[in-house]
């Protein structure tokens, strides 16, 4: 079997792409065993819902009639899921929902490709999309992908977005004749990746004033991949969908139903405003693959059909607060807060988000970057979460996968590395 | 919870998009419950593989050690699956693999996302692909979403690609300035969608011929969706990753492991033997999903360890030859070949592809679209199926997914309106 020697020409788009800076991060933990990886966002494996699981593919077996949980299922998703998804909702922002409700849902491979449907089918190489500083980094490179500009939000230190200020930039794409270029806000804003932070409904209501003043058709993309994954206590605001303030702006609510329960399964889905916009999203899904896995919604359908779900998600929350708790304990105790760095305990989420000590060049490559492979430990560099800033001082510390000892064996590298750091700048 | 007032405005491809033809007969039959359908490509029910696909879950559930299948997998796919797909496609076309052919096969949510992904990282609006007369509609849909032009292979009244006149057409298009926009081939070339048809080795190496004599870089996808479907003999023909006649040409091979087992499941992969395409092809299925289910892939892994996927494939050729045989002989019986139709019986896949009696048009809407609707049947026309070139009078009926009772009733219905037809013209 021969290599290739007449290569192939790509499109722009295959010219663009560049690899995903996690999967170089992810190659660095593959081929050295005995480092300890803070940096992939993977769930904790021990709780893995196997019996859930098991039980309900048993269960769907069991069902007389025809198997049609193992036939091809339909573009949209599964329609008792789609429900189940707006249901949950709903009660989640605790309004009532109707029949069309149900119809603006649709289900995605992970909410990922619901993401780069709804981008794809609105933007063009050039255009802007708004995102929080700090953003997702997976999205980040995936605008890159496709020529599109992330644009940071105008952030108050407190990490509020200055909505005067954006609302003063955006007049002033306006009067430069460029305002078609801006066609959405992504907001991750439920225990973000990769702050834990969360967006206040006040928030979001004065981002709504926003866009209705400057009254150009720019989207809104809610990313609450984590809203169920808060530790003792929902955040309370409610969903851009759900609030009257977004009346008339195209609002896109992307959810996971396996990030809390199990990521193998890769459900995602979305909840989209704009008729028109969805319609656009599905066409373009047939062309991805015309439905998603109608077995792993079915399971889905199953769990959600009972208590099962919900009981799954009390047993994690506690787990993740409990290592949340131990990781964050451990970086304190090894003096990681004394030598400069700093960080909020977040009430939800997977991450801790560290502030090195200013000047700190955390980035791939930097020395301390070096320092910690060597030392055995890991972490995503923050300046790969900003779009259109440079900021060279933070570290995305994960608490999802390791285990409470290795999470405190991971944090005494991390802390010792810090230190040491500490000593020669001193 | 409002209605969109301001929208929002798309990129080319949003703008460029349509819904897909299959949708709106799908929902023709999802309204008039008596209606059959002979359009839908979906597979046999009642053989769905219920109990080796409950018995792999609960060998999994079972398995000492984490429950990995239920937690993120990789973007490429698992590696012991990738090793099966390379080892199945290696022992079908009698050569032997290595480790480097096990790194070509990567993972998709079935065939239909590598399509997209490979043919987005080659194509630009304005590109050109080249395709069977007929070929797959679902892949001519995608290209004019995408803005490609999708050109007829110059083709013989038996079905054979007219390779000169192909080589004539590059060289015209190679002297008008314009072969930069030629990227691909694309070949349905085992038990084709739509006309059952497969490719000899020898048209493959000669198309090979033509492709190094024009010496530019146009890639080869081979989609190989229904080569396991064949009735009772493999076709012959070596795949194009395995003929050394393509050595420097860019191939990629797309098969599917859920359509001859249960699609529900939504496994596809794809070999390319082009390390450059490949590693584009990953990045952005690493925008799109980075990963497809760990959880299908692992059950996939379950029955490809020992007999269960192969006798199930034994149980399912023997289904589909007796679906074809009572639609066939349906057909025959009711005397629409007596009133002008006729068609070849195929060896494998799920279709017969008729032609109409000469100047009938079949279309979507045309009067006899119509009269078999009124009548209960639907069908796939068969202009869809043609890139360029406008042909009115083919139907492409599926003996996939109706009982045998149910296939013949609707040839039946079928039968009668071709034939209420040649009353009325003649």
Not at 22 to 48: C, K, Q, R, W, Y
Not at 219 to 227: F, K, L, T
């Amino acid at each position: 079997m021969g290599s290739s020697n007449l290569n192939v020409s790509y499109s722009k788009l295959g010219q663009n792409l560049v690899p995903s800076a996690i999967a170089s991060v992810m190659t660095i933990a593959l081929e050295n065993p005995n480092i300890l990886s803070l940096a992939a966002g993977f769930t904790d494996s021990h709780s893995l819902p196997v019996l859930d699981v098991s039980d309900a593919v048993k269960s769907l077996s069991e069902r007389p009639g025809s198997a049609e949980y193992l036939q091809y299922g339909t573009n949209q998703g599964r329609s008792a899921l789609r429900s189940r998804v707006a249901g949950r909702l709903m009660t989640q922002d605790g309004i009532s929902i109707d029949e069309e409700d149900r119809k603006r849902v649709f289900i995605t491979n992970g909410s990922q490709q619901a993401l780069f449907l709804a981008t794809q089918v609105l933007c063009d190489t050039g255009d802007i999309v708004f995102v929080e500083s700090p953003s997702y980094f997976v999205y980040l490179e995936m605008l890159k992908g496709e020529g599109v500009e992330a644009r940071s939000l105008p952030t108050r230190g407190d990490g509020s977005i200055d909505l005067p200020a954006l609302e003063k930039e955006l007049v002033g794409i306006r009067n430069a004749g460029e305002i078609g270029r801006v066609k959405a806000v992504y907001l991750v804003s439920y225990f973000s990746n990769p702050t834990g932070e969360s967006r206040s409904e006040e928030e979001k209501i004065e981002l709504a004033g926003v866009l209705r003043r400057i009254g150009e058709p720019i989207a809104v993309i809610e990313d609450a991949a984590y809203r169920d994954l808060y530790f003792t206590h929902e955040h309370p605001a409610r969903s851009i969908v759900s609030l009257n303030a977004f009346e008339g702006i195209s609002c896109l609510y992307l959810t996971t139903l396996t990030k809390p329960f199990a990521t193998g399964l890769k459900i995602g889905s979305g909840f989209c405003t704009d008729a028109k916009w969805l319609e656009r999203i599905l066409w373009l899904k047939g062309h991805h693959d015309f439905g998603s896995s109608n077995f792993t919604q079915a399971i889905l359908e199953e769990v959600l059909s009972d208590d099962c779900f919900d009981n799954h998600l009390r047993i994690i929350r506690r787990i993740y607060q409990e290592k949340m708790n131990a990781l964050h304990a451990a970086l304190c105790d090894g003096g990681l807060t004394e030598v400069g760095w700093s960080w909020k305990e977040p009430s939800g989420g997977l991450y801790l988000w560290l502030k090195a000590p200013e000047g700190l060049d955390t980035r791939m490559g930097s020395e301390f970057w070096k320092a910690c492979c060597q030392n055995g430990v890991l972490y995503v560099p923050g300046d790969l979460c900003y779009g259109g800033v440079e900021v060279f001082d933070n570290v995305r510390l994960s608490f999802g996968v390791l285990e409470q000892e290795k999470l405190k064996e991971a944090a005494s590298r991390f802390t010792e590395t810090a230190i040491s750091f500490s000593r020669i700048k001193s």
